[in-house]
């Protein structure tokens, strides 16, 4: 139905789409604001801190992130060092800029869960949380609902620190954290 939606606009010269072409609506290829990501690129190993501990776990994980869209998203492909065993991830990341906001989709093999973050720039940090979207997880046991929180630090070494919510952001456990050590 939704493609009849869209003939029926384009016959009856829907405003929308009355522009010339040299006036596109808005132009394809990277935002402007996918710069300030352009250092991720490349090949990583990747080793995981748990909360108040100063050695990584033993795991350690290779990860890529690659352009992709013409640069318009970031794909982060790999294994996250989870313990007891690697489970493997598939994020996308990018900026939406009709909303003004970064957006992060992050799919994995335990939970088969896409989880939907968003947020911005606090300095040189990219704060992003699934508050919005409500994607949060339940603990099994218990039935509580945790929220995430995604702090992605470009830099020598990338970091990205990961805390939950129990309370729909109000506190955030202490972080868990990788880095991502780049292979050069």
């Known amino acids: 139905m939704a493609w009849f939606l869209v ?62 869209l013409g640069g318009a998203a970031l794909l982060i492909e790999g294994p996250h060092p989870f313990t007891p065993a690697p489970i493997d991830v598939l994020v996308i990341l990018a900026y939406d800029r009709f909303n003004g906001v970064y957006r992060l989709s992050a799919a994995d093999a335990m939970t088969g869960q896409l989880d939907i973050f968003e947020g911005n720039w606090d300095g040189d940090r990219l704060v992003m949380t699934n508050l919005r979207a409500g994607t949060f997880v339940t603990d099994q046991s218990s039935g509580q609902r945790f929220h995430s929180r995604l702090v992605i630090t470009p830099g020598t070494p990338l970091t990205i620190e990961s805390a939950f919510s129990p309370d729909e952001g109000k506190t955030w456990f202490p972080p868990s954290r990788q880095e991502f050590a780049r292979i050069e």
């Open 7 to 68: 003939a029926a606009l384009l016959a009856v010269g829907s405003p929308a789409f009355a522009q010339p072409a040299e006036q596109p609506l808005w132009r394809s290829g990277a935002p402007a604001e996918m710069a300030r990501l352009d250092s991720l690129p490349g090949e990583y190993d990747v080793r995981l801190f748990l909360p108040g501990r100063t050695a990584p776990l033993d795991t350690t994980t290779r990860v890529t992130i690659s352009r992709i």
